[in-house]
């Protein structure tokens, strides 16, 4: 699993649109990139994967530049609703090693 | 269509108990993933299987932990005996695929509290 670094929070406001920037400089070629939506008191929830430069889908878009060091997760005009933790996971978890989703983007939007 | 189910969602024990956990999967789906999730760790991988078989449990902590997938529509986690370090949430997720880049699919959770 490729190491990745994200911002620990952000603020933002209701119909604004929040972007979140996952750096992971050592991916590797067959990586894909994959983003999770954590509420309070539930699970991970399944928000977007893309292996190269744009994926859309009715939540949200993912943008991979072609050097795929990083990668930025587009949330359109967020609401109240949108309010949790983001985590950008990177690649496969190799035999023997532990994989733990890093400590996430905690986005609160406010009225 | 249900999601994951989990059961117990709370569970309170002392130490030294038995504990065990229930997870069913997803429909149709052919991966089961058991995560631990605490404040200082964060969500760890604990063990996943691929067509009830376990492919990787390294993420295991110690031989208290145990998991078995005895057919594809039913997991158990159990931790015998039980400790006040493995209070935590426990998540269970499926997927459709076998292999990584898995898009999984995370039950509610079930609250370990061990006194």
């Known amino acids: 699993l490729a190491k990745t670094t994200q911002p620990i929070s952000m603020d933002s406001y209701e119909g604004q649109e929040v972007n979140i920037t996952c750096s992971h400089n050592?991916?590797?070629?067959?990586?894909?990139i994959t983003w999770y939506q954590q509420f309070p008191s539930q699970g991970p929830r399944f928000i977007i994967q893309?292996?190269?430069t744009k994926v859309t889908n009715e939540v949200a878009s993912l943008f991979i530049p072609a050097d795929r060091k990083s990668s930025t997760l587009s949330l359109p005009r967020v609401s109240l609703s949108d309010t949790a933790v983001y985590y950008c996971?990177?690649?496969?978890?190799?035999?023997?090693?532990?994989?733990?989703f890093g400590g996430g983007t905690r986005v609160l939007v406010k009225p | 269509d249900a999601g994951v189910i989990q059961s117990p969602r709370h569970e309170v024990t002392e130490m030294g108990q038995e504990v065990t956990l229930r997870c069913k999967p997803i429909s149709g789906h052919n991966s089961l993933f058991w995560y631990r999730q605490t404040m200082m760790r964060g969500l760890e991988l604990l063990i996943y299987f691929n067509n009830n078989v376990p492919i990787d449990d390294s993420g295991m902590p110690e031989d208290r932990f145990s998991a078995k997938m005895p057919n594809a529509s039913f997991s158990t986690l159990k931790i015998q005996p039980s400790e006040p370090r493995d209070s935590a949430v426990y998540f269970c997720?499926?997927?459709?695929?076998?292999?990584?880049?898995?898009?999984?699919?995370f039950g509610p959770g079930t609250r370990l509290t061990v006194t």
């Open positions: 050592n991916i590797a070629t067959n990586d894909y």
């Open positions: 893309g292996y190269k």
């Open positions: 997720a499926s997927s459709l695929t076998r292999t990584w880049p898995y898009e999984q699919y």
């Open positions: 996971l990177v690649g496969a978890k190799a035999a023997g090693n532990k994989l733990t």
